[in-house]
Structures are given as C-alpha cells and as structure tokens.
C-alpha cells in the first residue's frame, strides 16, 4: 500500500519516534537500565536467602526428626529388655513413620539445595553480567558524549558553510558602505573647497587666502615671463635683479627667486 | 486495524476491508499528484465514508496507535499535499 493513508501513518510514526528519540538521552537509559539491572540481582540474592533460611529450617526439623527417631529407638530397645515387646513395637511403628518423614523431608532438603546452588550459580552470573554492563554503560556514554561533541562540531561546521551566502551579503554590504563613505568624503572636499563647509581641522583656505593665493600665484607667472624675458634679451644677472627687484619691494636679495610671498598653507 | 481520521477519531476496522479501501486510497492519492480537485474531494469523501460504514468508532479516552491515516473530510489537495511532502505533519 502506498496511499495517503500509508503515507500519512508513517510520516507520523516517523515525526513521533523523532520526538521520542529528542526526548530520551539514551544515557540515561542506560542508568535507568543497570538500576533495574541492579533491582534484579537483588531480588536474585534475595531468593537465594530465601531459599538458603528454608534449607537450614529443614536442616533443623530433620535433626529434631532424627532425634525423636533414636529415642524411639531407645525406647524400644529399653520395652523389648524389660519384656514389653507391644511398648517395643509401637515405639518402632512410630519411628518408621518418622523415618518416613525423614526421608521426604531429606529429598526436600536435596531439591532445596539443588535450587540453591542453581540461584547462586545465576546470581554470580547475574553479578557478572552487571559488572560488565556497568563498564560497557560507561563505555557507551562516553562514546555518545563523544558523538554528540562531534555532532555539534559538524553542526557548527554546516552551520558556518550555511551562513557562507550570508557572509557574501556581508562582504557587499561593507563594499557597498565604503563605497558610499568614499562619495561622501569626495563630496564633503567639494563642499569644502568651494567655502560652502568650514573645515574644522584649518586644511582648507578660507576665499581670502584663496584669493591671495591666486594673486600671488598670477605674481609668480608675471616674474616667471619677466625672468624668461631678460633671459633671451641676453641681460645681465644686475638687469634680472633689478627686475626683481622692481616687482618685488622689501623682498629679501638671498631669497631664491621662484619662492612666493605668501606660503602655501 | 486502527485507521484515524484527522479531526474526527480512530476506528477499528477488520483487516479484510482493507483491499477494497486500498483501491480508493491509490485513487486518492493519483487524485492528489494530479492535481485534481474535484477528484480529490470526491474519493476522499467516498473513502471516509467507506471506513466510517466499515469501522466500529473508539471510544476518545482509548490509547491506541493507528496504522493507517486519513486527512481530515475538510482538508484541500493543497493542504494533504503538504502534509506529504517537507516537513510532513509535524514541523521540526
């Protein structure tokens, strides 16, 4: 069969041993296990007493048995010597029918100790069994604790190659972040060198030192013509000087020529 | 044989129904792979309806697993078909 109905039943069968096995550690089966292990073996040894206290009880009629059959014995004996042979006969009957009672209590006592070595036999087994159960248990635990290390080792591993598409998304979220951090800073240093930020760190110039910069630059290309002038004229070093000297006042003579006025910032 | 139908409850029901409900279940179930509705609804209901005249109800309080399980009368293509694929009836 292979139709819903089958289906159906063994998906829920599958789903609800699922949940059974997420519900059950089967470490603690395994204690719950040797505790009933252990329950058994003292039910066994239990028995084993039982059986034992039962043998010495018929241990002890049979000795009282024994007993009253020797004095029966006696005094059938002490009957015949004093001529009562009917005394001697009926203490005789007697002990026959306790020797009866001996006899069965005897074969009792055989099937009880038979029984006893048997449940020691089984106990000592049992014991064994334990023992080695104890050891295989801690065995296993181990090896699940171990498995479900290696378990949660894999899961985290898959987890990581899962996650990997997300770690792709990171990668171009953060592109895409200094991407826009990039634009923003190019845009910022328009802004700034067009006056319309101040720049609080005084990199930038103000539009008056823009301004002076200028001029001075437009001194610098009219010394610059000037100097290359004189050059070509064949002028002498005196001639440039006085040139220079005649654009640039109070300027120092030990400057070197090409140096502006006003430093650049 | 135990079948539950979802919604309602379990029935018992004697092995030897079990062949012919068979023949309405394969229906069923070519119904839902095609995808035909009106099908679908009708072998399904037939199909309760066979095992609610076939079956002696459980009392709700008994405890038993059911072999077999069938949708609720209600339930779509859509929904059955779900329930089938994925995750199955109970998520995670």
């Known amino acids: 069969m292979s139709g819903v109905m089958k289906r159906m039943g063994m998906i829920f069968r599958a789903k609800a041993n699922k949940a059974l096995d997420r519900a059950e550690d089967p470490r603690e089966?395994?204690?719950?296990?040797?505790?009933?292990?252990?329950?058994?073996?003292q039910k066994v040894r239990r028995g084993v007493a039982d059986v034992a206290?039962?043998?010495?009880?018929?241990?002890?009629?049979?000795?009282?048995?024994?007993q009253q059959s020797s004095k029966l014995e006696d005094q059938g004996r002490k009957a015949l010597a004093l001529g009562r042979e009917d005394l001697a006969r009926e203490a005789l009957s007697r002990r026959a029918a306790l020797q009866q009672q001996v006899t069965d209590l005897e074969s009792q006592h055989q099937t009880l100790q038979g029984e006893e070595e048997k449940l020691t036999l089984a106990a000592q087994r049992l014991q064994a069994k334990v023992d080695a159960f104890r050891t295989k248990k801690e065995t296993i635990k181990a090896t699940y604790t171990a498995?479900?290390?290696?378990?949660?080792?894999?899961?985290?591993?898959?987890?990581?190659?899962?996650?990997m598409g997300d770690v792709g998304l990171a990668i171009q979220r953060a592109e895409d972040k200094t991407a826009q951090l990039q634009a923003r800073a190019g845009a910022i240093d328009e802004l700034l060198a067009s006056g319309a930020l101040d720049d609080p760190s005084g990199m930038a110039k103000d539009d008056i030192q823009a301004e002076l910069d200028r001029l001075s630059g437009g001194t610098d290309?009219?010394?610059?013509?000037?100097?290359?002038?004189?050059?070509?004229?064949?002028?002498?070093?005196?001639?440039?000087?006085?040139?220079?000297?005649?654009t640039g006042q109070g300027q120092n003579q030990s400057q070197p020529q090409d140096?502006?006025?006003?430093d650049k910032q | 044989m135990i079948v539950r139908?979802?919604?309602e409850g379990q029935v018992r029901l004697d092995d030897t129904h079990v062949t012919e409900l068979n023949k309405l279940d394969d229906e069923?179930?070519?119904?839902?792979?095609?995808?035909?509705?009106?099908?679908?609804?009708?072998?399904?209901?037939a199909l309760l309806e066979e095992v609610r005249r076939l079956g002696a109800p459980l009392p709700d309080d008994s405890l038993e697993p059911s072999e077999l399980i069938l949708p609720s009368p209600d339930a779509s293509l859509e929904e059955v078909r779900e329930m089938l694929s994925g995750d199955g009836l109970i998520p995670g």
Do not use: C, W
């Open chain 2, 28 to 45: 069923l179930l070519a119904e839902m792979e095609h995808g035909d509705e009106a099908g679908f609804r009708r072998t399904l209901t």
């Open chain 1, 147 to 163: 498995a479900q290390a290696q378990t949660r080792i894999g899961e985290a591993f898959s987890g990581i190659s899962e996650e």
């Open chain 1, 221 to 246: 290309v009219e010394l610059e013509l000037q100097r290359m002038k004189a050059e070509l004229a064949g002028g002498s070093s005196d001639q440039r000087q006085a040139i220079e000297g005649g």
């Open chain 1, 259 to 262: 140096t502006p006025r006003f």
């Open chain 1, 53 to 66: 206290t039962s043998r010495k009880r018929l241990e002890l009629q049979l000795n009282q048995l024994q």
């Open chain 1, 29 to 41: 089966t395994l204690d719950y296990s040797y505790q009933k292990q252990l329950e058994l073996l």
């Open chain 2, 5 to 7: 139908i979802m919604g």
